[in-house]
């Protein structure tokens, strides 16, 4: 009678273990993506920060050059 009793024991030991290495790995993969997805919002924040100080510059160099062409023709 004891024999069926330890079969099921490891049986439930034997799932308690997978669910516990299925919620490791779904935990793990969670946290990846999470590190990976503030990484790449940083590096998309960085390109845009950049971007923008390029067109303030080319915003400025376009000012200069109508205020110095409007001053030629007056």
Known sequence: MSEPHARSEHGLNGLKKYLVGVAVAVTTALLGQSMALVWWAATIS?????????????????????????SRSS
């Not at 920060?49 to 050059?65: I, M, P, Q, Y």
């Open 46 to 70: 960085t390109r845009v920060e950049h971007v923008e100080k390029a067109v303030d510059g080319l915003d400025g160099r376009v000012h200069t050059l109508e205020t110095d062409r409007s």
